[in-house]
């Protein structure tokens, strides 16, 4: 919910998850409390690279990866970690993956890393990666942290794959790069690679998601 | 690219390149504090002001100090770092000058270190290699194009409280579908300057 600071994100949270029931949290991250299509984090990289299926599942893999290393982290040095430097310290352990991420990329997939452009180091600021670390991983044990932080990377992925399918299928017609919609009924429409197309595309999914699930803010006015 | 005026690419990254309509930077902090125009107008001034005072910042960080010594890799970490102190001192500010701004900006100050729009800036700034007046230029422009679209953004979404929106698409979805309508929008403005 886009209302949601990280600290009143922290007291809905504890409640539920104190009991530590790993799948429970696994669930949390991927439906019940989905990163992007509930929570409303990270959206600028679900726009702006899901151009392309292929894209789309890198930067989710990438993601997720993050996810689980610096939650681990995070959960790890929770105790040493003095409250008031506690951002900083997230934040460094947060671009320090970024950065193994962003190397691995130049070094053995140079073109996604070209086509990804910044937003591989963009991660560092995907608000996902700071909020779970924010509301998890700083109050839960390290394995427990480590559940959490898949879930939500496969969850944030999975929207991913869901929206870069469908824009790749319809501005395209290509699925992975292979023709499989192009014929004389239908005309690739451009709009759905170009940035307007992200925002209707996303915007479409999250009220697919309150359609299915009843809507989350209700007590907005 | 080195040779584009300063001027050409700060009119462009309003208009043509906004960094939040094309590039979707920021749109967390974009999302939360759309909803009301003042607070809006806050945030966007304060993201202008942080933008344009960081990415030359970042410029001669990284061209003196880091590609000097070999260590270019750490640009992410020490970006993040001048951006986060630069931020604090913008906070302080606002708290000590208006009060009642920072009672209205509340969490979504400290959150403009991670407004992925200002790093997004100074990557954008290197990726496309442009010298030290250009990335000011670009610094100001991009900021000013995602205060102007938050502004816009705001007064419509500040009507929409009248209307009658379908069940499902109330709140964010319907945010989004506006905002791809104004991007669309800018989208117009293409034909008349264009940077890479």
């Keep these: 919910m886009a209302e949601k600071s990280p600290a009143t994100c922290e007291a809905c949270l504890t409640g539920s998850l104190r009991g530590g029931k790993g799948m ?18 990270g959206i600028c990289s679900a726009l702006a690279v899901t151009n392309r299926l292929e894209n789309s599942l890198v930067m989710g893999a990438a993601v997720t990866f993050v996810c689980i290393a610096s939650n681990l982290f995070v959960s790890l040095l929770r105790n040493a ?10 934040v460094a352990i947060i671009a320090t993956f970024v950065i193994v991420i962003d190397q691995l990329l130049r070094g053995f997939y140079w073109d996604m890393s070209r086509r990804l452009g910044p937003y591989v180091g963009l991660i560092v600021t995907n608000c996902i990666l700071m909020g779970r670390a924010e509301a998890f991983a700083l109050q839960n044990p390290p394995l427990l942290s480590m559940v959490d932080g898949a879930a939500n990377g496969l969850g944030y992925a999975a929207v991913l794959a869901v929206i870069g399918f469908f824009r790749e299928l319809i501005g395209s017609g290509e699925v992975f790069g292979k023709p499989v919609l192009l014929s004389e009924w239908f005309t690739p429409n451009q709009l759905m690679i170009v940035a307007p197309g992200a925002f209707f595309a996303l915007g479409f999914l999250i009220a697919a998601f309150n359609a299915v699930k009843g809507h989350p803010q209700e007590k907005k006015r | 690219m080195s040779d584009t005026p300063a001027l050409l690419i700060l009119v462009a990254a309003i208009f043509t390149n906004n960094i939040l309509l094309s590039n979707f930077l920021g749109m967390c902090s974009f999302l939360a504090v759309s909803r009301q125009l003042d607070a809006a107008v806050g945030l966007g001034m304060a993201v202008v002001f942080v933008m344009t005072c960081t990415t030359p910042l970042n410029y001669v960080i990284y061209y003196d ?39 209205a900006l509340g969490i979504f100050l400290p959150l403009i270190t ?40 705001a007064g419509l ?40």
Excluded: D, H
């Design chain 2, 65 to 103: 100090v880091l590609l000097p010594w070999g260590i270019e890799y750490l640009a992410l970490i020490v970006f993040i770092a001048v951006i986060a102190a630069f931020v604090q001192f913008v906070e302080m500010f606002v708290e000590r000058f208006s009060p009642k701004l920072y009672y």
């Design chain 2, 157 to 196: 979404r500040q009507k929409m409280g009248y209307s009658n929106v379908p069940r499902p698409f109330e709140g964010v979805a319907i945010a989004m579908i506006i905002t791809g309508v104004m991007a669309m929008a800018f989208m117009g403005f293409a034909g008349m300057v264009s940077i890479q």
């Design chain 1, 24 to 41: 429970e949290t696994f669930r949390g991250g991927l439906w019940t409390n989905n990163p992007i299509s509930i929570q409303i984090l």
């Design chain 2, 114 to 153: 991670v407004n992925c729009a200002i790093l997004g800036a100074a990557l954008f700034m290197l990726v496309r290699k442009y010298n030290f007046a250009q990335s000011v230029g670009f610094g100001f422009g991009a900021g000013v194009g995602w205060a102007l679209a938050i502004i816009l953004i």
């Design chain 1, 81 to 90: 970690t003095p409250r008031r430097i506690r951002m900083i310290a997230e």
